[in-house]
C-alpha cells in the first residue's frame, strides 16, 4: 500500500513538472555530456602509456602522437567547462523556478482555506509546510531527476567500455552490485519513515517557537523565561534526536556503500594484476581499465546520496499534496452570482451551527434585520456571538438553515463581492508590517491619495499621523507594533471608511481602548454607522443602549430582543447583567429604578 502511495506521489510530481521538460532536458543533456566527457580521459591515458611511453616506434611518430592527443585533452576541458557552466545554471534555474510556483500555489491555496483549517493548524506548522517541505521538494528537481539520469548514462557507457576493454574483468567489477541493491532497498523504508517523523517533529517545533515568540510579553509578566527556555529544549531535544537517527541511517548507507566501492577495485586490480603478470594483458589496458573504476563506483556513492534525498523529497510531496487536497469546508458555489447589497435587510432563518457534534455552538436562530439598524449582541462569553457573525461573512457555513442579504442565500453570493460589502472592526487590530499608508489602503487598493486622507480623517487617525515624523510613510511594524492601541484602532477604522461597506461588524472595538482614545473611536464609529446595518458585539452595556434592537443570547440561542428601556424593565439576563455593570444596590432592584438608569 506504501509503495503504492509513493509511486502515485511520483507520477502525480511527473505530471507536474511537464512545463519545465524543456529546462529539465537541456540541463540533463549537459550533465550526461559532463559526466561522459571526461571518459575520454582513461582512454588516451591508456593510448599514451602504450603507444608513447612504452613504444619503440620512432620518436617523431611518438612526439605526434603525444601532441595530438594532449590538444585532444586540451579540447575536452574547454567542452567540459562550458558545458559544467550551463548544467548548474539551467539545473538551478529549473530546480528554483519549479519551487517557486508550487510555493506560490500552495500560499494560494492555503489562503482559500476555511477558519477551521487555521484553528486545526498551529501557524508556525503552516510555515514550515511552505519554506522547509518546499525546500526538500526543490532536491527532486534540483537534484535527483537530473543526476539520477547523468548517472545511469556513466554507468551504462562504462559497461560498455569495459566490456569492450575486457570483458572478464568488466564482470569482476560488477560483482558488488547485488549486495548494493539488496543493503539499499533495506535501508529505503527506515529513511522514509525517519524523514517523515523529522518533518512532522519540524512542524511541530515550528509552530510552538511561533507562539512562544508571539507570547513573549506574557511570558516575561509571569516571569516564565525558564520555563519556557526548558520546553524548547525539550522539544529541540526531540527534533534533534529524530535528526540524529536520519544521519546514524545514512552513515550506514554510506558506510557499505563507501566499503563495496573500495573492495571491488581491490578485487579488480588482483585480477587484472595477474593476467598482465601472465601477459594476457598490456599495462595500458591495465592502466586504461582501472582509470575506468572510479567513474564507475563514484555513480553508486552518489546514487546512495540521492536514494535518501528521493525518500526525504517524496515525505515532503506527500505532506505538501496533503494540504494542496484539503478543499476549504467553506466553497464558493460553482453557480454563484455576485452579491450586490443595495437596502442591507439580514434574515437569519433556522440557523444552527456547531464546531464539534457534542455541542451546539448555535441553536435554530430566526432574526430578521432592517436595513440601516444598529443590531446589538449581548451575552456571556460562549454564547454564539461571534459565531453568529462569523456566519454573515461566511467564514463557516450553518449545518442547518440560512442566511439571507437583500433576499439572496449567501451560500449562492460569491465570495469575494461578500465580503468586500462587510466591514468589520475587531477587539484585536490586525495590522501588517508596511507604511499607515498602505494599511489603510488595505481596504481599497486602488484608493486615490485623496480617498485615504478623507479616510483617515473620518476615523481621527489623521491628527496623530501628522505628528509622526515620516506621516503615512511611518513603518508600522510588524502586527502594528510601533503604534499605541487606540492608533492601531483607528488605522484599523480608517480602513473600514475608505472600503464604504454597506454592512458593518463591531466585535468590542472599543474595549480594550482607554477612555482619551476611546472618545476619538466613539465618535469616529459614529459617522461611521450612518446609513449601514451594523452587527455590534459589546459586553459593556454602555456601549450600546442606543442600539435599534438588542440580542440577548446564551447557549446558543436568543433569549431575548428589543430595545435598552424595554428590555432593562423585564426580569430575564439582560436586566441581570444591567444590575451587575450599574451596580444597583439590592434594595433598589426593582423596576422603577432599572427603568431610571435605563
Not at 559532463?34 to 619503440?56: M, R
Not at 511611518?474 to 472600503?499: D, H, M, P, Y
Not at 458593518?504 to 472595538?509: K, Q, S, V, Y
Not at 439576563?573 to 451587575?580: E, M
Amino acid at each position: 500500500m506504501k509503495e503504492n502511495k509513493t509511486l502515485a506521489i511520483i507520477k502525480r510530481f511527473a505530471a507536474q513538472i511537464k512545463p519545465y521538460r524543456g529546462l529539465i532536458l537541456l540541463t540533463t543533456l549537459c550533465g550526461v555530456l559532463k559526466q561522459n566527457i571526461v571518459l575520454v580521459f582513461p582512454w588516451a591515458f591508456g593510448k599514451l602509456i602504450d603507444g608513447v611511453l612504452l613504444s619503440t616506434g620512432p620518436m617523431g611518430a611518438r612526439l605526434h602522437t603525444l601532441s595530438s592527443v594532449s590538444l585532444l585533452l586540451l579540447v575536452v576541458c574547454i567542452v567540459l567547462g562550458v558545458v559544467t557552466y550551463f548544467r548548474f545554471t539551467l539545473g538551478g534555474k529549473v530546480g528554483n523556478q519549479f519551487i517557486f510556483d508550487l510555493r506560490y500555489r500552495l500560499f494560494e491555496h492555503i489562503q482559500k482555506m476555511s477558519l477551521n483549517f487555521f484553528e486545526k493548524h498551529k501557524t508556525g506548522g503552516i510555515i514550515s509546510y511552505i519554506i522547509n517541505d518546499i525546500n526538500i521538494a526543490q532536491n527532486i528537481v534540483g537534484n535527483a531527476i537530473t543526476n539520477t539520469f547523468m548517472d545511469c548514462s556513466v554507468l551504462v557507457t562504462l559497461l560498455i567500455v569495459m566490456f569492450a576493454i575486457h570483458p572478464k574483468m568488466a564482470l569482476v567489477s560488477i560483482l558488488i552490485f547485488p549486495f548494493y541493491v539488496y543493503h539499499s532497498n533495506r535501508l529505503n523504508k527506515k529513511i522514509k519513515e525517519t524523514s517523515r517523523e523529522v518533518q512532522e517533529r519540524l512542524e511541530q517545533l515550528s509552530g510552538s517557537l511561533h507562539e512562544r515568540i508571539s507570547g513573549i510579553k506574557v511570558t516575561k509578566s509571569f516571569t516564565a523565561e525558564q520555563a519556557e527556555s526548558q520546553r524548547f529544549y525539550d522539544e529541540s531535544k526531540g527534533y534533534f534526536e529524530n535528526i540524529m537517527e536520519g544521519v546514524h541511517l545514512q552513515a550506514k548507507a554510506h558506510t557499505v556503500t563507501e566499503f563495496l566501492v573500495r573492495l571491488a577495485p581491490i578485487i579488480v586490480f588482483w585480477y587484472g594484476g595477474t593476467q598482465y603478470l601472465k601477459g594476457e594483458i598490456t599495462l595500458g589496458t591495465l592502466i586504461a581499465f582501472y582509470g575506468y573504476l572510479a567513474p564507475f563506483y563514484l555513480p553508486l556513492t552518489r546514487l546512495t546520496e540521492l536514494n535518501v534525498i528521493l525518500q526525504n523529497s517524496i515525505v515532503a510531496m506527500e505532506r505538501i499534496y496533503g494540504i494542496l487536497d484539503t478543499l476549504p469546508e467553506v466553497s464558493e458555489d460553482k453557480d454563484a452570482h455576485p452579491l450586490v447589497i443595495q437596502q442591507g435587510r439580514v434574515i437569519f432563518k433556522h440557523v444552527s451551527f456547531s464546531y464539534n457534534p457534542e455541542r451546539e455552538a448555535l441553536l435554530d436562530i430566526n432574526a430578521e434585520v432592517e436595513p440601516g439598524s444598529l443590531v446589538a449582541l449581548v451575552g456571556p462569553s460562549g454564547s454564539g456571538k461571534t459565531t453568529l457573525v462569523n456566519l454573515l461573512l461566511r467564514f463557516y457555513d450553518p449545518g442547518i438553515g440560512s442566511i439571507r442579504i437583500d433576499g439572496m442565500d449567501i451560500r449562492h453570493a460569491a465570495l469575494k463581492s461578500l465580503r468586500e460589502q462587510i466591514g468589520v472592526v475587531l477587539q484585536e487590530t490586525v495590522l501588517f508590517s508596511g507604511t499607515l499608508e498602505e494599511n489603510i489602503r488595505y481596504g481599497k487598493p486602488l484608493a486615490s491619495r485623496e480617498e485615504i486622507l478623507q479616510a483617515a480623517k473620518s476615523a481621527h487617525a489623521d491628527e496623530f499621523i501628522a505628528r509622526l515624523p515620516k506621516g503615512y510613510q511611518t513603518e508600522a511594524g510588524e502586527c502594528g507594533n510601533q503604534l499605541s492601541v487606540g492608533q492601531k484602532q483607528r488605522i484599523a477604522l480608517a480602513r473600514v471608511f475608505l472600503k464604504d461597506p454597506r454592512i458593518l461588524i463591531l466585535d468590542e472595538a472599543t474595549s480594550s481602548l482607554d477612555s482619551i482614545s476611546e472618545s476619538f473611536v466613539q465618535e469616529a464609529l459614529g459617522r461611521l454607522l450612518k446609513g449601514r446595518t451594523t452587527f455590534v458585539i459589546a459586553h459593556r452595556i454602555s456601549t450600546i443602549m442606543n442600539a435599534d434592537i438588542i440580542w440577548v443570547m446564551q447557549h446558543g440561542k436568543i433569549l431575548q430582543t428589543g430595545n435598552h428601556q424595554s428590555l432593562a424593565g423585564q426580569p430575564g439576563l439582560y436586566q441581570d447583567l444591567c444590575q451587575k455593570q450599574f451596580h444597583i444596590p439590592e434594595a433598589e432592584r426593582d423596576m422603577g429604578s432599572v427603568r431610571a438608569i435605563a
